[in-house]
């Protein structure tokens, strides 16, 4: 007597769960040092000293009643003043606090966003790979997923297919760069491309298709590339946004939606996001958070370690033959199986104490997705084992 | 192109928050010591200094990356097993880690829990008064409200309205005491024959009819009373928690689901509870908050202040002829419209000033909602408004 789809949802473990505790389990038999676990996204910089500054001095300074009571649902007014002050200033356009949600984090943003657009017969599109949880929760909205299978050369999108997928029902693409699992950033080109197509298909369809992009690796971005602010290319565009990976807090959860007044319909759309959010019990985003995070607008992480990381993982894997992605953005860089099956890669390399998730669960088999918000130490110690598994598929050295 | 039903959820402004406007703008008319607010349910007692001290001293001792790190998606381990080890101290029953699921405050408590038990034609029964959003919840699950009128004499509930309205199709009946908004708690007695109707409406129709406890208010009692452990009542009982009240930190979302053993299907719906989360975005409770409430497990709040307000004000208004509800629990109480038009009565209330919610969104028409956790010298400058009122409807002042 209970619900089929959400117990299966609750009781599914996640690949990356298993491999987890799997690794806390050889750990204890071959020794922590021995366990090259690459498959959790959790950030391995700590969050800047002044989040806990800031923490203490909000203590100090604001009425408990104030700092931990009830805000509006779509946030407090200091907040939602300067997250909006601070989006007008990177981006030169006009964003008013009352374009901005904050929600428990970028995943109740992009459920928010999906129930409020969730139409009957809506259609999802999900250009792969993809984060492995959109189904998931696309699915509960009861819209259809429509997946535009991946560009498996470049990383950008295959527009011949995107432009066959999209129909009447369309009312999303979801945008999702910097990209996990891939790490690549859609270019402007990319991007312009996207919204010219979309655009055309609204106009086609007498509806806008939105793009919703869901950024939270936004700022995590290498070789002095930048991530696109997208409604300026394509003006119905709604962001979800996340403080996880920028401060390094993702169990603190805290993030917003972005409505700005260039989206179509943006004031409705707005309010079915605040409704659809309201119906499953958010009441308000976390308070104090909202003020650490609003009081920090001017905070970046440090990225040297993720950048010197994912430069040695690049360079050290390529040089024992196998193909890697090379990720300009994000914590995660994929590896193509040399025989196409990700799944039995993995496998081989889990023998070999390497954990990895294989990106069938992202749309994009033949791949696996490395994690590189992990220690430079566990790198240097895992190369051995790497040369060991590219042997084991007879890969080539290159110079 | 977005769902109607969110929407209309997104923009309609509740009254409480018209109210509260109204209030803000009437200050600056009248002066804010002039205007009576009594609508809203903000705990108005700061949060004990211990939350302070462990947010600093958690601070200080824990890793940051830990600190503010995911946490599993039912709370970390040290937080389940406080939790627990508290619940099994208080109640003398067995309550394990495993059936403790943390959520961000009671709100998405109750929405997953709906969500995990709305099948196909499910009933949830609501009994008057109750929490006007349940209806908003339970109606996004696509389950069927179905409402047993109030006793507007005790309080308690109207077994034989309860009884015609149980079916097969009856999921589960929604037990909020201490109620918000009477203040009443259900007696043991009350308790103990809901539990046999259910019981026996179980074995009748071959299932089990869970009822659902959202006690928020739990601790939030007076006169030496005490709220019972409803499971060691009822078994199929899943209890909703929230630290809001008990810790004055509404804003910062932490609360938690427990499926005890003795719960039918116990494991089954767990899972079906953690799916429903993880479907609408649920990643994890804020994991420094769960830290901050497993080390606090003893903390009490300071109950003076509700529980002079609750004197003060249900004494003062029942002297001026008013008939009132003696609150027992929470931080309200109701009074009854004279001339039983709550709507006329809180209009009327409102042009002397008086901010009161009528309670018709609560199931319960012809009395108003007076929030005590106020400041006791409001409600001493307000008591010359309300003998206005009284005389307004002619009222007689008791002895």
Redesign the interface.
């Known amino acids: 007597?209970?619900?089929e789809?959400?117990?299966?949802?609750?009781?599914?473990k996640s690949r990356i769960r298993v491999l987890f505790e799997y690794g806390m389990a050889q750990a204890k038999i071959v020794g922590k040092e021995n366990v090259f676990d690459f498959s959790i996204g959790?950030?391995?910089v700590?969050?800047p000293a002044k989040?806990?500054d800031t923490?203490?001095e909000l203590?100090e300074t604001v009425?408990?009643?104030t700092?931990?009571?009830?805000?509006p649902a779509g946030g407090c007014a200091e907040a939602r003043e300067s997250i909006a002050a601070d989006l007008c200033k990177r981006t030169g356009t006009k964003i008013r606090p009352e374009n901005i949600f904050f929600t428990?984090?970028a995943?109740?943003?992009?459920?928010?966003v999906m129930?409020?657009?969730?139409?009957d017969g809506a259609e999802f599109v999900l250009l792969a790979p993809y984060f492995s949880?959109y189904p998931?929760?696309a699915?509960?909205t009861g819209a259809t997923c429509v997946v535009v299978p991946p560009d498996t050369e470049n990383f950008q999108i295959r527009f011949d297919e995107l432009e066959k997928r999209i129909t009447k029902n369309t009312?999303m693409v979801i945008v999702n760069s910097p990209n996990n699992p891939s790490g690549v950033i859609y270019s402007v080109e990319t991007l312009q491309k996207l919204g010219e197509i979309l655009t055309r298909k609204g106009e086609e369809f007498g509806?806008?298709i939105y793009i919703v992009s869901d950024e939270p690796y936004r700022e995590l971005v290498y070789d002095g590339l930048d991530s696109a602010y997208i409604p300026a290319i394509y003006p119905n565009t709604i962001i979800c946004y996340s403080y996880s990976k920028i401060l390094?807090?993702?169990?603190?959860?805290i993030g917003y939606v972005c409505v700005p007044d260039c989206c179509a319909?943006s004031e409705?759309?707005?309010?079915?996001?605040?409704?659809?959010a309201?119906?499953?019990?958010?009441?308000?985003?976390?308070?104090?958070?909202q003020l650490v995070v609003a009081r920090n607008t001017e905070l970046r992480p440090d990225l040297k370690t993720y950048d010197a990381n994912r430069i040695t993982l690049y360079t050290e894997l390529t040089k024992m033959g196998f193909r890697c992605v090379k990720p300009q953005g994000a914590f995660y860089m994929m590896v193509e199986a040399p025989d196409g099956d990700s799944m039995a890669f993995s496998d081989r390399a889990k023998a070999l104490n390497i954990l990895t998730v294989p990106c069938d669960g992202f749309g994009c088999p033949g791949f696996t997705r490395f994690s590189t918000c992990v220690s430079p130490a566990m790198i240097q110690r895992s190369l051995p084992a790497f040369r060991k598994l590219a042997e084991s598929y007879g890969l080539k050295a290159q110079a």
């Open positions: 007597m209970v619900v789809k959400f117990h299966q949802m609750g009781v599914a959790n950030p391995s700590p969050a989040v806990a923490v203490r203590l009425d408990p009643i700092l931990h009571g009830y805000t428990c984090g995943a109740p943003a992009m459920t928010s129930n409020a657009l969730a139409v949880e998931a929760y699915k509960s009312q509806h806008p390094s807090m993702p169990g603190e959860r319909d409705a759309v707005y309010a079915a996001i605040a409704g659809a309201r119906a499953v019990g958010h009441v308000c985003a976390p308070s104090m958070w």
